[in-house]
Protein backbone atom coordinates (compact mmCIF):
# COMPACT_ATOMS: atom_id res chain seq x y z
CA UNK A 1 0.00 0.00 0.00
CA UNK A 2 1.57 3.65 -0.59
CA UNK A 3 1.85 5.99 2.11
CA UNK A 4 1.76 9.91 1.19
CA UNK A 5 3.80 11.63 4.14
CA UNK A 6 3.12 15.47 4.33
CA UNK A 7 3.33 16.07 8.11
CA UNK A 8 7.32 16.97 8.52
CA UNK A 9 8.43 16.46 4.98
CA UNK A 10 6.55 15.25 1.66
CA UNK A 11 7.67 11.86 0.53
CA UNK A 12 5.88 8.66 -1.19
CA UNK A 13 6.37 4.86 0.00
CA UNK A 14 5.62 1.94 -0.94
CA UNK A 15 5.20 -0.35 1.95
CA UNK A 16 6.86 -4.22 1.10
CA UNK A 17 9.33 -6.71 2.59
CA UNK A 18 8.94 -5.29 6.37
CA UNK A 19 10.37 -1.96 4.81
CA UNK A 20 8.87 1.54 2.84
CA UNK A 21 10.28 2.05 0.06
CA UNK A 22 10.31 5.78 -1.04
CA UNK A 23 8.89 6.11 -4.37
CA UNK A 24 11.27 8.60 -6.72
CA UNK A 25 8.97 11.69 -7.74
CA UNK A 26 10.07 14.81 -8.87
CA UNK A 27 8.95 17.20 -6.07
CA UNK A 28 6.12 18.83 -7.96
CA UNK A 29 4.68 16.08 -8.67
CA UNK A 30 4.78 14.97 -5.28
CA UNK A 31 3.39 18.38 -3.89
CA UNK A 32 0.51 18.31 -6.91
CA UNK A 33 -0.41 14.33 -5.15
CA UNK A 34 -0.73 15.75 -1.86
CA UNK A 35 -2.88 18.96 -3.33
CA UNK A 36 -4.88 16.32 -5.10
CA UNK A 37 -4.94 14.66 -1.43
CA UNK A 38 -6.42 17.24 0.67
CA UNK A 39 -9.46 18.46 -1.68
CA UNK A 40 -12.18 18.85 0.84
CA UNK A 41 -14.74 16.00 0.87
CA UNK A 42 -12.03 13.87 -1.35
CA UNK A 43 -13.55 15.79 -4.16
CA UNK A 44 -11.88 17.28 -7.73
CA UNK A 45 -10.35 19.98 -8.25
CA UNK A 46 -10.27 22.37 -11.54
CA UNK A 47 -7.19 22.01 -13.99
CA UNK A 48 -7.47 25.53 -14.42
CA UNK A 49 -6.71 26.30 -10.81
CA UNK A 50 -3.89 23.58 -10.35
CA UNK A 51 -2.28 24.96 -13.48
CA UNK A 52 -2.57 28.50 -12.04
CA UNK A 53 -0.95 27.08 -8.84
CA UNK A 54 2.10 25.01 -10.10
CA UNK A 55 2.70 26.73 -13.80
CA UNK A 56 1.67 30.58 -13.37
CA UNK A 57 4.13 31.61 -15.94
CA UNK A 58 3.42 29.46 -19.23
CA UNK A 59 0.87 29.62 -21.59
CA UNK A 60 -2.13 27.47 -21.43
CA UNK A 61 -0.99 25.32 -23.79
CA UNK A 62 2.10 24.76 -22.36
CA UNK A 63 0.76 24.38 -18.86
CA UNK A 64 -1.67 21.73 -20.43
CA UNK A 65 0.97 19.79 -20.85
CA UNK A 66 2.83 19.82 -18.09
CA UNK A 67 -0.51 18.77 -16.03
CA UNK A 68 -0.70 16.35 -18.53
CA UNK A 69 2.47 14.58 -18.07
CA UNK A 70 2.53 15.34 -14.27
CA UNK A 71 -0.92 13.21 -13.97
CA UNK A 72 0.46 10.35 -16.09
CA UNK A 73 3.24 10.06 -14.03
CA UNK A 74 0.97 9.89 -10.92
CA UNK A 75 -0.82 7.55 -13.04
CA UNK A 76 2.09 4.99 -13.86
CA UNK A 77 3.73 5.22 -9.79
CA UNK A 78 0.50 5.89 -7.75
CA UNK A 79 -1.60 3.43 -10.37
CA UNK A 80 -3.97 3.93 -13.16
CA UNK A 81 -7.25 4.52 -11.75
CA UNK A 82 -6.11 6.85 -8.93
CA UNK A 83 -6.54 9.47 -10.70
CA UNK A 84 -9.90 10.70 -11.06
CA UNK A 85 -11.35 13.01 -13.96
CA UNK A 86 -14.52 14.45 -15.04
CA UNK A 87 -14.59 15.79 -18.62
CA UNK A 88 -12.06 17.87 -19.38
CA UNK A 89 -12.08 20.53 -16.03
CA UNK A 90 -11.72 18.09 -12.94
CA UNK A 91 -9.12 16.22 -11.32
CA UNK A 92 -8.77 14.28 -8.23
CA UNK A 93 -7.59 11.56 -6.13
CA UNK A 94 -9.20 8.34 -5.72
CA UNK A 95 -9.54 8.21 -2.20
CA UNK A 96 -8.64 4.43 -2.12
CA UNK A 97 -5.37 4.64 -3.70
CA UNK A 98 -3.19 5.48 -0.84
CA UNK A 99 -3.19 6.35 2.79
CA UNK A 100 -2.40 10.05 3.92
CA UNK A 101 -0.97 10.77 7.06
CA UNK A 102 -3.00 14.23 7.56
CA UNK A 103 -6.31 12.66 6.81
CA UNK A 104 -5.51 9.63 9.29
CA UNK A 105 -4.24 12.51 11.99
CA UNK A 106 -7.96 13.73 11.87
CA UNK A 107 -9.49 10.34 11.71
CA UNK A 108 -7.42 9.37 15.44
CA UNK A 109 -8.72 12.51 16.50
CA UNK A 110 -12.01 12.10 15.36
CA UNK A 111 -12.25 8.71 17.17
CA UNK A 112 -10.26 10.14 20.36
CA UNK A 113 -7.37 8.52 19.89
CA UNK A 114 -4.76 11.28 20.85
CA UNK A 115 -1.63 9.13 20.87
CA UNK A 116 -2.02 7.36 17.36
CA UNK A 117 -2.59 11.59 16.81
CA UNK A 118 0.40 13.00 18.34
CA UNK A 119 2.38 10.23 16.64
CA UNK A 120 0.98 10.98 13.36
CA UNK A 121 2.29 14.53 13.51
CA UNK A 122 5.81 14.33 12.80
CA UNK A 123 6.12 18.20 12.01
CA UNK A 124 4.28 21.23 10.47
CA UNK A 125 2.78 20.34 6.96
CA UNK A 126 5.19 20.34 4.21
CA UNK A 127 7.88 21.38 6.20
CA UNK A 128 10.71 22.37 4.21
CA UNK A 129 8.91 21.66 1.15
CA UNK A 130 9.92 23.78 -1.51
CA UNK A 131 8.22 24.20 -5.39
CA UNK A 132 9.93 26.09 -8.07
CA UNK A 133 8.29 28.43 -10.54
CA UNK A 134 4.84 27.78 -8.87
CA UNK A 135 2.62 30.94 -7.45
CA UNK A 136 2.64 32.60 -4.27
CA UNK A 137 -1.00 31.64 -4.11
CA UNK A 138 0.53 27.81 -3.46
CA UNK A 139 2.46 29.00 -0.82
CA UNK A 140 -0.82 30.80 0.70
CA UNK A 141 -2.54 27.47 0.28
CA UNK A 142 -0.02 25.26 2.48
CA UNK A 143 0.47 28.00 5.17
CA UNK A 144 -3.40 27.71 5.44
CA UNK A 145 -3.27 24.02 5.54
CA UNK A 146 -0.06 23.89 7.93
CA UNK A 147 -1.90 26.35 10.75
CA UNK A 148 -5.10 23.99 10.57
CA UNK A 149 -3.28 21.05 11.30
CA UNK A 150 -1.33 22.67 13.72
CA UNK A 151 -4.69 23.08 15.38
CA UNK A 152 -5.55 19.97 15.30
CA UNK A 153 -2.50 18.39 16.57
CA UNK A 154 -2.45 21.00 19.50
CA UNK A 155 -6.32 20.01 20.56
CA UNK A 156 -4.70 16.28 20.54
CA UNK A 157 -2.47 17.41 22.89
CA UNK A 158 -4.76 18.97 24.82
CA UNK A 159 -6.67 15.96 24.89
CA UNK A 160 -3.85 13.82 25.82
CA UNK A 161 -2.99 16.21 28.54
CA UNK A 162 -6.21 15.68 30.22
CA UNK A 163 -6.21 12.15 30.98
CA UNK A 164 -5.46 10.21 34.40
CA UNK A 165 -1.96 9.62 33.99
CA UNK A 166 1.69 10.81 35.76
CA UNK A 167 1.63 14.54 35.90
CA UNK A 168 5.43 14.56 33.99
CA UNK A 169 3.27 13.02 31.00
CA UNK A 170 0.48 15.07 31.24
CA UNK A 171 3.11 18.33 31.25
CA UNK A 172 4.35 17.33 28.28
CA UNK A 173 1.55 17.23 26.34
CA UNK A 174 0.40 20.79 27.86
CA UNK A 175 3.52 22.14 26.71
CA UNK A 176 3.42 20.62 23.73
CA UNK A 177 0.00 21.83 22.77
CA UNK A 178 1.19 25.43 23.49
CA UNK A 179 3.51 24.73 21.07
CA UNK A 180 1.56 23.40 18.47
CA UNK A 181 -0.87 26.70 19.61
CA UNK A 182 2.05 29.13 17.83
CA UNK A 183 0.87 32.79 19.19
CA UNK A 184 -2.30 32.13 20.91
CA UNK A 185 -2.52 33.53 24.49
CA UNK A 186 -5.57 31.42 25.54
CA UNK A 187 -3.79 28.54 24.96
CA UNK A 188 -0.75 29.97 27.12
CA UNK A 189 -2.75 31.39 30.01
CA UNK A 190 -4.60 27.31 29.96
CA UNK A 191 -1.39 25.82 29.96
CA UNK A 192 -0.08 28.05 32.46
CA UNK A 193 -3.25 27.17 34.66
CA UNK A 194 -3.04 23.45 33.80
CA UNK A 195 1.05 23.15 34.93
CA UNK A 196 -0.03 25.12 38.08
CA UNK A 197 -2.58 22.85 38.74
CA UNK A 198 0.34 20.06 38.42
CA UNK A 199 2.09 21.67 40.65
CA UNK A 200 4.70 22.08 38.23
CA UNK A 201 5.03 26.62 38.80
CA UNK A 202 8.76 26.58 37.12
CA UNK A 203 7.51 24.93 34.50
CA UNK A 204 4.95 27.52 33.69
CA UNK A 205 7.38 30.68 34.42
CA UNK A 206 9.28 28.89 31.47
CA UNK A 207 6.43 28.06 29.20
CA UNK A 208 5.92 31.66 29.95
CA UNK A 209 9.10 32.64 28.77
CA UNK A 210 9.46 30.69 26.21
CA UNK A 211 6.18 32.25 24.64
CA UNK A 212 7.48 35.81 25.25
CA UNK A 213 10.47 34.68 23.35
CA UNK A 214 8.86 33.52 20.20
CA UNK A 215 6.46 36.11 19.93
CA UNK A 216 9.12 38.84 20.34
CA UNK A 217 11.15 37.44 18.12
CA UNK A 218 8.37 36.20 15.16
CA UNK A 219 5.94 39.22 15.78
CA UNK A 220 7.98 42.09 17.79
CA UNK A 221 5.34 41.75 20.44
CA UNK A 222 5.38 41.18 24.40
CA UNK A 223 2.35 38.97 26.14
CA UNK A 224 -0.81 40.99 26.87
CA UNK A 225 -1.70 42.17 30.01
CA UNK A 226 -3.75 39.25 31.07
CA UNK A 227 -0.99 36.54 29.82
CA UNK A 228 1.29 38.77 32.07
CA UNK A 229 -0.44 38.80 35.14
CA UNK A 230 -1.57 35.25 34.98
CA UNK A 231 2.53 34.42 34.98
CA UNK A 232 2.90 36.82 37.57
CA UNK A 233 0.02 34.74 39.63
CA UNK A 234 2.13 31.47 39.25
CA UNK A 235 5.39 33.16 40.64
CA UNK A 236 3.59 34.68 43.32
CA UNK A 237 2.55 30.97 44.40
CA UNK A 238 5.42 29.51 43.42
CA UNK A 239 7.69 31.89 45.84
CA UNK A 240 5.03 31.20 48.71
CA UNK A 241 5.29 27.52 48.85
CA UNK A 242 9.29 28.38 49.14
Not at 54 to 71: I, V, Y
Not at 187 to 216: K, M, P, Q, S, T
Not at 223 to 233: I, K, L, N, T
Amino acid sequence: MLHLQTLGGLELRQAGDGAAHVVPLQTKRLMLLAYLAACPGQGLRRRDTIIALFWPDLDQEHARGCLRQALHTLRKNVGVGAILTRGQDQVGLDAGALTWDANELESALARGDADRALTLYEGDFLDGVFVADSSPDLDEWVAKERSRLRRIAARAAWAASERPVVADDRGQHVRRAVQLSGDDEAALRRGLGALDELGDRAGAIALYRDFAHRVAYQLGVEPSVESQAAMRAVQARLTAVR
